[in-house]
T-cell receptor, first 115, second 119 residues
Framework: SQTIHQWPATLVQPVGSPLSLECTVE??????LYWYRQAAGRGLQLLFY??????ISSEVPQNLSASRPQDRQFILSSKKLLLSDSGFYLC??????????????FGPGTRLTVL | AQTVTQSQPEMSVQEAETVTLSCTYD???????LFWYKQPPSRQMILVIR??????QNATENRFSVNFQKAAKSFSLKISDSQLGDAAMYFC????????????????FGQGTILTVHP
C-alpha cells in the first residue's frame, strides 16, 4: 500500500532563516506530487506541483521554491522566511495517468511558525 | 478560472441527525470531478466521497451522499446519522478531467465548513 510521509511535523523558525520541508511517498512510482499551504485553518492553496523528477510548476509567485531530486521525494524550500510563510503545509500525491478520479492523497502535514 | 465556494463557514448537528453542507463551483468545462475531503483536528486530509460530472447518479458512501446538480453547479454533501467522529472541517474540491491524456490533477478547494456534532 502507498504511504506518504512529511517531516518535520512542527517547526518554529526565525524570520530570515532558511527552510526545508521534505515529503516522500512509498509504494508507488512516478506519482504527481503537490505542495499546499493552509493558512489559519481555512482553504488550501496549491503552491507547487510536479509530474516528474526535476519538473516543477509554480502556481503562485512567492518566497518559496520546490524541488524533486528523486521520483518519490518532494522538497519545499526557502532561503529567507517571512512572517507570512507561517501556516500548515501539506504534501499530496496522485496517480499521474489512468484511474477515473486521480484523487489526491495527503500527508500528515507540517505546522510552520515563523517568529 | 475555476472557483469553489462553500457559503457555510460553520454548521452544527445533533448526534444521529442529518446535516447538509453546501458547495457551488464555477467552471466552463463539461467534464470534471468533484470531491469532498474531511479534515479532523489531526489535520489529516481524508477523502470522503467523489463524483464524476458525466454521471447522473449521485455518489453514496455509507452515511455520506451527495446531491450533484450539474446545471446549477452545485455539489452538496449530506451526512446521515451523524456521529461524534464526523466533527471536522469539510472541504469541497474540483478537478478538471484529463485533457490530452495527461493531467497533473490540480485540485481547487473551497474555504471549508467547520462541522460540530453535539451529543
Amino acid at each position: 500500500s502507498q504511504t506518504i510521509h512529511q517531516w518535520p511535523a512542527t517547526l518554529v523558525q526565525p524570520v530570515g532563516s532558511p527552510l526545508s520541508l521534505e515529503c516522500t511517498v512509498e509504494g508507488t512510482s512516478n506519482p504527481n506530487l503537490y505542495w499546499y499551504r493552509q493558512a489559519a485553518g481555512r482553504g488550501l492553496q496549491l503552491l507547487f506541483y510536479s509530474v516528474g523528477i526535476g519538473q516543477i510548476s509554480s502556481e503562485v509567485p512567492q518566497n518559496l521554491s520546490a524541488s524533486r531530486p528523486q521520483d518519490r521525494q518532494f522538497i519545499l524550500s526557502s532561503k529567507k522566511l517571512l512572517l507570512s510563510d507561517s501556516g500548515f503545509y501539506l504534501c499530496a500525491w496522485s496517480v499521474p495517468l489512468g484511474g477515473a478520479y486521480n484523487e489526491q492523497f495527503f500527508g500528515p502535514g507540517t505546522r510552520l511558525t515563523v517568529l | 478560472a475555476q472557483t469553489v465556494t462553500q457559503s457555510q463557514p460553520e454548521m452544527s448537528v445533533q448526534e444521529a441527525e442529518t446535516v447538509t453542507l453546501s458547495c457551488t463551483y464555477d467552471t466552463s468545462e463539461s467534464d470534471y470531478y468533484l470531491f469532498w475531503y474531511k479534515q479532523p483536528p489531526s489535520r489529516q486530509m481524508i477523502l470522503v466521497i467523489r463524483q464524476e460530472a458525466y454521471k447522473q447518479q449521485n455518489a453514496t458512501e455509507n452515511r455520506f451522499s451527495v446531491n450533484f446538480q450539474k446545471a446549477a453547479k452545485s455539489f452538496s454533501l449530506k451526512i446521515s446519522d451523524s456521529q461524534l467522529g464526523d466533527a471536522a472541517m469539510y472541504f469541497c474540491a474540483y478537478r478538471i478531467a484529463n485533457a490530452g491524456g495527461t493531467s497533473y490533477g490540480k485540485l481547487t478547494f473551497g474555504q471549508g465548513t467547520i462541522l460540530t456534532v453535539h451529543p
